[in-house]
């Protein structure tokens, strides 16, 4: 599903990245974790393709993202990649289903086919009865599952979530943690999440762990699915 390969990267004289090498299976829940400054959220936003690494590849349902060019490649992102902030990221102006169909307009589909999926998105999170409300009309946890409809509406194959429940207290923590399952299993996708919360990084399939820019436990680039370990 997603193979990294040899990933470095620099900002200035600072190596951030310094060669990654990394599988994840189709339908994994993968957390990456690590102190501040290990390069996780930069390595998240490589996979995602919202950068370019200085050297290696990131090939994601065996396509090579460095060989698109910047049309298809957003055009790649839009279709196969679901994103998931901390803080949310809806647009205030607009209403919860208006919010989660905005990627479905980019990639082109029809205003009846984008409402029917969104519906069943907010059917699916329990919000059916908040699809005309605004932001500012929600809860946090409500507002974070929009988000989440809202990364899944195109029906990626990976959704990539940096620090999703930071902002969340304890009961929406353990509820957003459950729907990454729920939505796993009832939909197929790829969950790669960076986290800080120990919570979510005990219960995912695999625990990815950084430091200085490199997997501190090289054992984590073998996938338990493909091992031929007893």
Avoid at 18 to 36: A, F, T, Y
Avoid at 86 to 99: D, G, K, R, Y
Avoid at 225 to 230: D, G, I, M, R
């Amino acid at each position: 599903m997603i193979k990294i390969e040899n990933i470095t990267k620099s900002f200035g004289s600072l190596q951030v990245l310094k060669g990654i090498d990394l599988h994840i299976d189709k339908g994994e829940v993968v957390s990456i974790v690590g102190p501040s400054g290990a390069g996780k959220t930069t390595l998240l936003q490589i996979i995602g393709t919202l950068d370019k690494p200085d050297t290696g590849s990131v090939c994601i349902d065996s396509v090579d993202t460095s060989t698109l060019s910047q049309r298809k490649l957003a055009d790649f992102r839009n279709k196969h990649l679901g994103f998931v902030f901390q803080f949310h990221q809806l647009l205030p102006e607009f209403t919860a289903i208006e919010n989660i169909m905005i990627p479905s307009y980019i990639a082109g589909t029809s205003k009846k086919a984008a409402k029917e999926r969104a519906t069943e998105l907010l059917q699916f999170m329990g919000l059916a009865d908040r699809a005309n409300h605004k932001p500012n009309e929600l809860s946090g946890g409500e507002k974070q599952r929009v988000a989440v409809a809202r990364a899944l509406v195109n029906n990626p194959a990976v959704i990539l979530a940096d620090e999703p429940s930071g902002s969340l207290d304890t009961k929406n923590k353990e509820e957003l943690h459950k729907l990454f399952f729920d939505l796993r299993d009832k939909f197929g996708q790829t969950f790669v999440i960076v986290t800080h919360d120990e919570q979510l990084a005990t219960i995912t399939d695999r625990t990815i762990h950084m430091k200085d820019g490199l997997l501190d436990t090289p054992v984590s680039i073998i996938s338990p699915l493909n091992s031929t370990e007893p």
